[in-house]
């Protein structure tokens, strides 16, 4: 923070042109949570609430010379990346994360849009896993991505487990596997079998109603499934704790990955715990689902200011 305790966060991800994901609904969400929000811009999507039509990646020296601009001035309390799309870029904010030494680093692996157009190369996977993952504080895949990152196939909360223990040993100190997906509804139904060891203590907490949350393009939740539960799972390495709410039907979801993110990078950038920021990044995206602005004839993004309306904000 600076000398007037203002909070300032990066993010480092690819363009919406519907405003609903990416670094959009990232600045809205700095913006609405008090931080200072600043940008690097590694790709320009053209998509809307009807899906992706076009993926334009910039070089990966852009992206590094944003980051190097911002960093070298203006200071950053926490960054997190979205959309990165090819090794080169990875590598290169990687190179420039370690350059700052930024500690507070919140990873979100978004991968696959909603229509299917590919946000992140195959091969790029690789280099998420070995060259930026080490540097994160925290990464937020959902299951989808977890699967892909992990190599394991997620049907139980224990699949989930083991995704995440394979995950924390790439590096990141928090690993949250949002339940967004989960069709079987989150339950832990791994029960306290001792299949875990001395990992195996879970926290279970619950929460107000809760939507699944899907990134920049993702499908859409099918309403009524997973019996109205979704679970996120958290694990730092030692311990899980499961953070479950009830899920919201509803097709305005585009986003919610960018907003929880980065609604947990802000937290953490205004100096929160871990746990604590995740759980306000809980509360700031249900309140950003459930009050819906039904904008455009798709999956439509979600409301980033009704988190501050609902604690008496103006506006």
Same mark, same amino acid.
């Given at each position: 923070?600076?000398?007037?305790?203002?909070?300032?966060?990066?993010?480092?991800?690819?363009?919406?042109?519907?405003?609903?994901?990416?670094?959009?609904?990232?600045?809205?969400?700095?913006?609405?949570?008090?931080?200072?929000?600043?940008?690097?811009?590694?790709?320009?999507?053209?998509?809307?609430?009807?899906?992706?039509?076009?993926?334009?990646?910039?070089?990966?020296?852009?992206?590094?010379?944003?980051?190097?601009?911002?960093?070298?001035?203006?200071?950053?309390?926490?960054?997190?990346?979205?959309?990165?799309?090819?090794?080169?870029?990875?590598?290169?904010?990687?190179?420039?994360?370690?350059?700052?030494?930024?500690?507070?680093?919140?990873?979100?692996?978004?991968?696959?849009?909603?229509?299917?157009?590919?946000?992140?190369?195959?091969?790029?996977?690789?280099?998420?896993?070995?060259?930026? *993952?080490?540097?994160? @504080? /925290?990464?937020?895949?959902?299951?989808? &991505? $977890?699967?892909? !990152?992990?190599?394991?196939? =997620?049907?139980?909360?224990?699949?989930?487990?083991?995704?995440?223990?394979?995950?924390?040993?790439?590096?990141?100190?928090?690993?949250?596997?949002?339940?967004?997906?989960?069709?079987?509804?989150?339950?832990?139904?791994?029960?306290?079998?001792?299949?875990?060891?001395?990992?195996?203590?879970?926290?279970?907490?619950?929460?107000?109603?809760?939507?699944?949350?899907?990134?920049?393009?993702?499908?859409?939740?099918?309403?009524?499934?997973?019996?109205?539960?979704?679970?996120?799972?958290?694990?730092?390495?030692?311990?899980?704790?499961?953070?479950?709410?009830?899920?919201?039907?509803?097709?305005?979801?585009?986003?919610?990955?960018?907003?929880?993110?980065?609604? *947990?990078?802000?937290? @953490? /950038?205004?100096?929160?715990?871990?746990? &604590? $920021?995740?759980? !306000?990044?809980?509360?700031? =995206?249900?309140?950003?689902?459930?009050?819906?602005?039904?904008?455009?004839?798709?999956?439509?993004?979600?409301?980033?200011?009704?988190?501050?309306?609902?604690?008496?904000?103006?506006?």
């Amino acid at each position: 923070m600076n000398r007037h305790g203002l909070a300032k966060a990066l993010t480092v991800a690819g363009s919406d042109s519907g405003g609903g994901a990416g670094i959009q609904a990232d600045l809205k969400t700095f913006q609405e949570l008090n931080v200072y929000g600043m940008s690097a811009i590694t790709a320009v999507t053209v998509q809307n609430t009807l899906g992706v039509s076009g993926v334009y990646p910039l070089p990966a020296s852009a992206a590094a010379e944003q980051i190097r601009a911002v960093g070298s001035d203006l200071g950053v309390d926490a960054v997190k990346t979205g959309m990165l799309f090819n090794a080169d870029i990875i590598h290169a904010v990687a190179e420039e994360v370690r350059r700052f030494r930024w500690e507070r680093l919140v990873v979100d692996p978004v991968m696959i849009a909603k229509g299917g157009a590919e946000l992140l190369q195959q091969e790029a996977v690789h280099a998420l896993e070995k060259d930026l *993952l080490p540097l994160a @504080l /925290a990464v937020t895949p959902n299951i989808p &991505e $977890a699967e892909a !990152l992990s190599g394991v196939t =997620i049907r139980t909360m224990q699949d989930r487990r083991k995704a995440a223990e394979i995950i924390s040993a790439m590096g990141p100190k928090l690993v949250v596997i949002k339940g967004g997906h989960d069709e079987a509804g989150g339950g832990s139904d791994s029960g306290a079998d001792g299949a875990d060891g001395a990992d195996g203590e879970t926290a279970e907490e619950t929460s107000g109603d809760y939507a699944g949350k899907i990134g920049p393009g993702e499908p859409a939740e099918v309403e009524g499934r997973g019996g109205g539960i979704v679970t996120d799972l958290l694990y730092d390495g030692k311990s899980f704790t499961e953070l479950t709410g009830k899920r919201i039907s509803t097709l305005h979801t585009h986003g919610t990955g960018c907003t929880f993110s980065a609604a *947990l990078t802000a937290c @953490l /950038a205004k100096g929160m715990a871990p746990l &604590e $920021a995740v759980k !306000l990044a809980r509360d700031f =995206i249900q309140a950003a689902i459930e009050d819906s602005l039904e904008l455009g004839h798709g999956h439509g993004p979600t409301n980033h200011w009704a988190y501050r309306r609902r604690q008496g904000g103006a506006g």
